[in-house]
């Protein structure tokens, strides 16, 4: 049986992170992951020419762990425009920045609609959360969850009303959150806010893969092995343990950092590991990829659906194509759409739904979109209501050199997985 000093098992964002902070350190350490890529969730697929994100995801260039762990430049990231088309009763709205200039942008927009008092309170959260954050409290992947509220009761207590929360707040943060009814805890949604105002959302050139195979690149050689799914741990009461492999081989660690997803990390621990610790249930997307030629009218511009469910499947509409450079051919155009969850239709007519809907937005240009990929990813953000994070463990070490690692310790994004990782990490160096 082989044997080594720290085993983390998966190469996503939070296992990537923990190695890098490992590695840097001076620590031997290998990483073991099922999947013939690094990056978990974070994935792209070539498809006939273009590069096709699994479910669409943006990186926000604020992220404190991107800043510490990733190279910008080297990223070549191309940014979306600050504002947005919200979609309204068939009608795109324009609202130019509502981040870093919310009073002007409501007001312009959304006037009659809403009141300018919604604008004026858009104004202050964002000061407040603004500066929570730069004082630490309101990371979600630190703070602890005490009595935090969703965030529709936060919104609401903070007076803002129902309209202005159906058509800013569900639209943009529901296809965040992949949830509309805004049952995400506040501090998610403060963090979450706070970055899109400080910061801009971007993709990496050729496709959101490129963050973890830039994570990938940092570590020492030969220190990730691919194609490689662990079947069992067995926790060692001494410290750490050892790995079954699926490949038949069994390894021995010291340490050992399980960074797989929460259901699986809990599928491959005995059931004592955990002790009263329950993984917590996913939300799923599903995102449709078209091609077209030439460039739709809405270019990098973000277009969120106000409507109702009833009008068709779209949560948000993008062009990542014409964000940054390598998601398409020459010539040619990438089209996301992502689905929302409470679509009543079947899956089978969710592309000629897609271009329907969308069609009474851009025009008649949509009809001749051609369908590239269905991409459905059914475990993509852990729930993060108050409740299910408050029984979340307060430490992610399960025994003396076993320790969880993931976002489903921190916050769902790329920000709460680099974290996690490197939280872990330090606290192994602790040790
Ligand atoms: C559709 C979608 C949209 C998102 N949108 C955003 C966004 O816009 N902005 C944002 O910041 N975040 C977004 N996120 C969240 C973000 O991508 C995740 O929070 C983050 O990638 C999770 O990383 P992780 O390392 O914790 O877990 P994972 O990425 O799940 O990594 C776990 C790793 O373990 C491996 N593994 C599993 N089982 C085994 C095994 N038996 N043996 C060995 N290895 C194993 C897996 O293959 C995987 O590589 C989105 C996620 C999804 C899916």
Redesign the pocket.
């Known amino acids: 049986m082989q044997t080594a000093d720290c085993i983390i098992?998966?190469?996503?964002?939070?296992?990537?992170s923990c190695g890098q902070t490992l590695a840097a350190a001076g620590r031997r350490v290998q990483i073991?992951?099922?999947?013939d890529q690094?990056?978990?969730?974070?994935a792209t697929d070539a498809v006939d020419g273009f590069r096709v994100d699994?479910?669409?995801?943006?990186?926000?260039d604020a992220?404190p762990e991107g800043q510490r762990f990733l190279d910008h430049r080297a990223l070549q990231l191309g940014c979306f425009e600050p504002g947005a088309l919200v979609a309204s009763g068939g009608r795109l709205l324009p609202v130019s920045d509502p981040w870093r200039r919310p009073l002007a942008a409501i007001r312009s927009v959304l006037r009659g609609t809403v009141g300018v008092t919604d604008g004026i309170r858009t104004a202050r959260l964002r000061s407040e959360m603004i500066r929570s954050v730069r004082q630490g409290r309101v990371d979600p992947a630190v703070v602890a969850p005490g009595d935090e509220r969703s965030t529709r009761s936060s919104l609401e207590s903070r007076g803002f009303s129902a309209d202005f929360i159906r058509l800013f707040f569900e639209p943009f943060f529901g296809g965040?959150f992949?949830e509309r009814e805004l049952a995400t805890a506040e501090t998610v949604f403060g963090f979450t806010f706070a970055m899109f105002s400080l910061g801009r959302a971007c993709l990496p050139a050729g496709g959101m893969a490129a963050i973890p195979r830039q994570l990938a690149s940092g570590l020492p050689t030969g220190s990730l092995e691919l194609g490689?799914?662990?079947?069992r741990i067995e926790p060692d009461h001494a410290g750490g343990g050892e790995l079954f492999l699926?490949d038949g081989r069994r390894l021995a660690a010291r340490m050992i950092v399980v960074?797989?997803?929460a259901v699986?990390a809990a599928n491959?621990l005995p059931a004592e590991a955990g002790g009263s610790w329950q993984p917590p249930a996913f939300k799923s997307?599903t995102?449709v990829a078209f091609a077209a030629d030439g460039q739709p009218a809405c270019g990098r511009t973000l277009i969120v659906s106000a409507e109702p469910a009833a009008a068709g499947p779209i949560d948000n509409l993008t062009v990542p194509s014409a964000v940054a450079a390598g998601y398409a051919p020459a010539g040619q155009s990438l089209i996301y759409a992502s689905v929302r969850g409470d679509w009543p239709g079947a899956a089978a007519d969710l592309p000629a739904a897609i271009q329907q809907q969308a069609a009474g937005w851009l025009g008649a240009e949509v009809n001749g979109w051609r369908q590239l990929a269905t991409v459905a990813?059914p475990?993509?953000?852990p729930v993060e209501t108050p409740a299910v994070r408050r029984a979340r463990p307060v430490s992610g070490q399960l025994g003396p050199g076993l320790f969880l690692?993931?976002?489903?310790l921190t916050?769902?994004?790329?920000?709460?997985?680099l974290a996690?990782?490197r939280r872990v990490a330090e606290t192994l160096l602790a040790s």
Do not use: K, W
């Not at 699994?54 to 926000?60: A, H, I, N, P, S």
């Not at 690692?405 to 489903?408: L, V, Y």
């Open positions: 098992v998966g190469a996503g964002l939070a296992g990537l073991i992951e099922a999947a690094p990056g978990g969730r974070v699994r479910g669409f995801q943006v990186y926000l992220y965040v992949l490689t799914p662990v079947e699926a960074a797989t997803d699986t491959l997307t995102l990813v475990r993509a953000l690692c993931g976002d489903h916050t769902s994004s790329i920000n709460g997985a996690a990782g």
